[in-house]
């Protein structure tokens, strides 16, 4: 190092530490101090160095955090203070015998007045246990609890990890330092690696821990750096310092302050009841939180009380975990029932021998689809794993090939639609199967006819969703285009249905028939049409005939419209179904005025992003959308270089100083009307 300029090395130094700095505020404190391009750039900086000066480069360097050379094997370890485990309480009582028995080792009975135990409560992290040891601050070796006295040495795997700090931060740094804590994947992050698994047809993990300790026991540490691992610290194993705290929770802090993540919802309590308490309202909201919890972990928060309990055998006698209804379980596959949905889609619906699992009773499950049911490999009477976490809807995470009963049977899809027999088809592209019966389709008619009323379609007003289930429902209609003979007499027959609600709603039947050809593309929920397109349809072909003759080729020569919503608009326009209930509507007197191609006068502002925002006194947004998008205009939801206008009412906020940002003109309700009268 001696022919290393001197500036080079503080410089060195300066970044390493302000780099590490920015890692603690992103990844422990989740209050990102710069923003990612200046992390980048200072990162670039600390490697040119590193590459032009290699002997300087330290393992706690935050460029090590992708991970290195993959090992051969895993050494071992011996911890020199051994990782216990927890006794479990599954209810109250059992959380009040453990409160006795602390008390009665403590001698409680003997004073005249015992007091409450005050108890450290915090959620019991559903993850992998780690032992991180630091000397002189900086990280020095990471190692799994395995049987508790002998580990693994996990160090490489473990530097990889944004949580952990590579040097402690802060103020009376210890000598010695273990650290004990759980290495854990959010939710999110376990969602995500599991989607990627899927999507490249390899086995998926049954859980977050699963998933957790898979990605430590990998000896190429790149695997480990490319999982989004956390890991909260829990407790102390060796320690060395000048001062050391008086309870369990002031050694939490002070591992916070040192850089160590630690749980939010960690507390202290006085006395068994309060701890009841605290697990009540944590289970409440156990669902809500980013990660797995399996229970609650209570410590007496004293440590000099601690010490005088001691151990018993595996556990000690002054922490107790009470848990919580498990979030796996396992149950049998009775059946499998394809529903169709909304858009046509055909979804295998698991039947379940009813299970309590992540505290609700399961009895279905989605199988999501064809592709599915192949990864899984199952098969009807299989025992399988149930997984419900959060709120993310009971998965089926694993079938249990040994429990295979003689008679499973194979899950066939159908090839035809179970509601209206119409072939069920699947495009190259897509894992979903969908029904190909389209308007025609009964499972498809009730929420085909809600669409076709609702306010940004037809506007169908007292036509509501249960309304339209009961029509359907008792076969008074079968399509939209039934809709318009639907007479008073009828409807009054109906449950909950005054004369006048009829009338009324006749009535509004009638009045919707004059509309505009815009809406009338989105009414008829063509997929991937919503209103947007709906009026490209209407500015660029002018009429529906128009768009009914056109081939995918005509429709692409429009910028809005991409391969696959042509796809599917020249699908719906080819269903001889869906063009007889159009006819039906035209001649119920649905109609519109065609847009007029050659003046092109009429759009005058085609090709042009608008945007609004805030509120509007005089006209309604969606009447201000509307005139817009008549005028040719796109009407987009947020700023961007390519907004031309921004029409901005009171209350209007970050879409407005972006507007101001980037030099857009921006004009008031007063204006935009003014504006309107003029083109
Ligand atoms: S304290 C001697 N606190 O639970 C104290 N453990 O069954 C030992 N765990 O192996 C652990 N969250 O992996 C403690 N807040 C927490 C915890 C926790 C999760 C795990 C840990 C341990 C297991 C004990």
Redesign the pocket.
């Known amino acids: 190092m001696a022919n290393i300029p001197e500036h080079v090395v503080s410089e060195y130094e300066r970044l390493k530490d302000e780099l590490n700095q920015h890692n603690h505020c992103y990844y422990v404190l989740d209050d990102p101090s710069v923003p990612d391009s200046e992390y980048d750039r200072q990162m670039r900086l600390l490697q040119d160095i590193e590459q032009q000066h290699p002997s300087l480069l330290t393992a706690d360097s935050p460029s090590q955090r992708v991970g290195g050379e993959a090992l051969s094997a895993f050494t071992q370890v011996r911890h020199d203070v051994a ?4 006794e479990n309480a599954f209810n109250d009582t059992e959380l009040e015998d453990f409160d006795r028995r602390v008390k009665d080792r403590l001698n409680y009975a003997a004073l005249k007045e015992a007091p409450e135990i005050e108890y450290a409560c ?4 559903d ?3 780690v032992s991180l040891l630091y000397q002189d601050g900086l990280l020095v070796r990471g190692a799994t ?1 395995g049987d508790g006295t002998v580990g693994e040495d996990i160090t490489a795997n473990v530097r990889t990890i944004n949580s952990i700090p590579l040097k402690l931060v802060g103020t009376d740094i210890p000598s010695l330092l273990e650290v ?1 804590g ?1 290495i854990y994947l959010p939710r999110a992050g376990f969602e995500a690696l599991n989607a990627k698994a899927i999507a490249a047809d390899e086995k998926a993990f049954v859980n977050p821990r699963n998933a957790a300790a898979g990605s430590l026991r990998q000896l190429d540490s790149k695997i480990t750096a490319s999982r989004p691992l956390e890991m909260c610290a ?2 102390v194993g060796q320690f060395q310092a000048k001062a050391i705290p008086d309870t369990h929770l002031n050694m939490i802090k002070a591992l916070g302050g040192w850089g160590f993540k630690i ?1 939010e919802h960690v507390e202290a309590v006085i006395g068994i009841a309060a701890c009841e308490d605290y697990y009540r309202t944590m289970a409440e909201r156990r669902d809500g939180l980013a990660y797995d919890i399996d229970g609650i ?1 209570y ?1 007496v928060n004293e440590l000099k009380l601690q010490e005088r309990l001691g151990f018993v055998a595996k ?2 006698r002054w ?1 107790i ?1 009470r848990k919580f209804p498990a979030q796996e379980e396992m149950t049998k596959l009775l059946d499998v029932e394809f529903q169709v949905g909304r858009t046509g889609a055909v979804t295998p619906v698991a039947r379940l021998e009813p299970v309590f699992v992540g505290g609700v009773t399961v009895s279905n499950a989605t199988l999501h689809n064809g592709n599915e049911i192949k990864r899984l490999g199952i098969c009807i009477g299989d025992t399988v794993i149930i997984r419900r976490a959060g709120d993310v809807i009971p998965q089926i995470a694993k079938v249990i090939l040994e429990k295979r009963p003689a008679n499973a049977e194979e899950i066939v899809f159908p090839e035809r639609c179970p509601v209206c027999e119409s072939p069920v088809k699947r495009a190259e592209s897509e894992a979903v199967a969908r029904c190909s019966g389209g308007l025609f389709c009964g499972a498809q008619i009730k929420q085909a006819i809600k669409h076709f009323a609702s306010r940004k379609a037809m506007d169908i007003d007292g036509l509501g969703d249960k309304l339209v289930e009961l029509l359907v429902g008792q076969g008074v209609i079968f399509s939209v285009a039934d809709l318009y003979d639907l007479r008073v007499e009828q409807l009054m027959g109906l449950e909950r249905l005054a004369e006048k609600s009829a009338a009324n709603l006749v009535a509004a039947i009638h009045s919707s028939k004059q509309t505009s050809l815009a809406k009338f593309f989105y009414s008829l929920g063509i997929r991937e049409v919503g209103e947007t397109t709906g009026q490209t349809l209407a500015n660029n072909f002018g009429s529906l005939d128009v768009v009914i003759a056109a081939d995918a080729e005509t429709l692409l020569e429009v910028d809005d419209i991409g391969p696959i919503v042509a796809g599917y608009i020249v699908d719906f326009f080819r269903n001889p179904d869906n063009l007889s209930i159009i006819q039906a509507l035209r001649e119920a007197g649905v109609q519109w005025p065609d847009i007029d191609q050659n003046a092109q006068a009429s759009q005058p502002l085609k090709g042009q992003t608008w945007v609004l925002t805030g509120g509007m006194d005089i006209m309604s947004r969606a009447e201000a959308k509307d005139r817009l998008q008549e005028l040719g205009a796109k009407v987009a939801g947020s700023v961007s270089a390519k907004t031309v206008q921004v029409v901005a009412g009171p209350g209007a906020g970050s879409k407005l100083t972006k507007a101001q940002k980037l030099h857009i003109p921006v004009m008031d309700e007063a204006e935009f009307i003014e504006f309107l009268s003029k083109v």
């Not at 990782?83 to 927890?86: G, I, K, P, T």
């Not at 915090?122 to 992290?125: W, Y």
């Open positions: 990782m216990l485990s927890l915090e959620p019991k992290l993850g992998v246990a609890r004990r759980e829990y407790s749980n972990v410590k556990a000690p922490a975990a």
